[in-house]
């Protein structure tokens, strides 16, 4: 029996309805299937050892407001981070976070710091996604300043560097 013959029955033995029916317990089904699977769900907050240097309480302070939830074991893991597949994307966002930058492990592994500043210049720190369910993560325009000059003092910057080199390449 091909494919088609089958799609053919199931057309002819079925209105919409009784297809849609189908289709919807059928997913129903597969969100129940995948609770189970045992991926997404290592949510664990080890330790804080040592944070870095900063340069004011208020850097860190909106540094904890937008970026800790990923970048420090100080996470704060919301009731839909149990619910798959949304906790497989949230476990991924913060497991690859923390290991590119993570401030309560400070001086213990090589991290990218320095690109902090050009994240949030560009935008694209705190992660698009994340500010959509995260509204007191958004920062002014105001704030954004602060912060990034506060990064910079904390991180330090290669923004200067690359812009540099970016404009000689385009002479
Ligand atoms: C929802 C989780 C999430 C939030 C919130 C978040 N990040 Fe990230 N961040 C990631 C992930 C995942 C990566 C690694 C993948 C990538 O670079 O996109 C990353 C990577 C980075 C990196 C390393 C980039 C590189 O060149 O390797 C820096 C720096 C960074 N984030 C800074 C920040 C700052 C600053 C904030 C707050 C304004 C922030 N992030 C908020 C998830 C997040």
Same mark, same amino acid.
């Given at each position: 029996?091909?494919?088609?013959? =089958?799609?053919?029955? =199931?057309?002819? &033995?079925?209105?919409?309805?009784? #297809?849609?029916?189908?289709?919807?317990?059928?997913?129903?089904? #597969?969100? #129940?299937?995948?609770?189970?699977? *045992?991926? @997404?769900?290592?949510?664990?907050? *080890?330790?804080?050892?040592?944070?870095?240097?900063?340069?004011?309480?208020?850097? !860190?302070?909106?540094?904890? !407001?937008?970026?800790?939830?990923?970048?420090?074991?100080?996470?704060?893991?919301?009731?839909?981070?149990?619910?798959? *597949?949304?906790?497989?994307?949230?476990?991924?966002?913060?497991? $690859?976070?923390?290991?590119?930058?993570?401030?309560?492990?400070?001086?213990? !592994?090589?991290?990218?710091?320095?690109?902090?500043?050009?994240?949030?210049?560009?935008?694209?720190?705190?992660?698009?996604?994340?500010?959509?369910?995260?509204?007191?993560?958004?920062?002014?325009?105001?704030? &954004? $300043?602060?912060? =990034?000059?506060?990064?910079?003092?904390?991180? @330090?910057? $290669?923004?200067?560097?690359?812009?540099?080199?970016?404009? $000689?390449?385009?002479?």
């Amino acid at each position: 029996m091909t494919l088609s013959s =089958i799609v053919n029955l =199931i057309f002819m &033995k079925s209105n919409i309805k009784s #297809i849609l029916k189908i289709i919807f317990f059928g997913l129903i089904t #597969i969100l #129940i299937i995948i609770q189970f699977l *045992p991926i @997404g769900k290592n949510h664990t907050n *080890p330790p804080v050892m040592k944070e870095p240097q900063w340069d004011t309480p208020q850097t !860190r302070a909106t540094f904890i !407001r937008a970026c800790a939830d990923c970048h420090s074991n100080e996470t704060k893991w919301p009731w839909y981070s149990n619910i798959a *597949p949304v906790s497989w994307l949230i476990q991924d966002h913060v497991d $690859e976070g923390r290991e590119h930058l993570n401030i309560s492990e400070w001086g213990m !592994r090589k991290y990218h710091e320095d690109d902090a500043v050009k994240e949030v210049e560009k935008g694209a720190m705190p992660l698009e996604g994340y500010l959509f369910l995260h509204s007191e993560a958004k920062l002014t325009q105001q704030e &954004k $300043e602060e912060f =990034i000059q506060g990064l910079k003092a904390t991180f @330090g910057s $290669e923004e200067e560097e690359t812009e540099h080199t970016e404009s $000689e390449i385009e002479e």
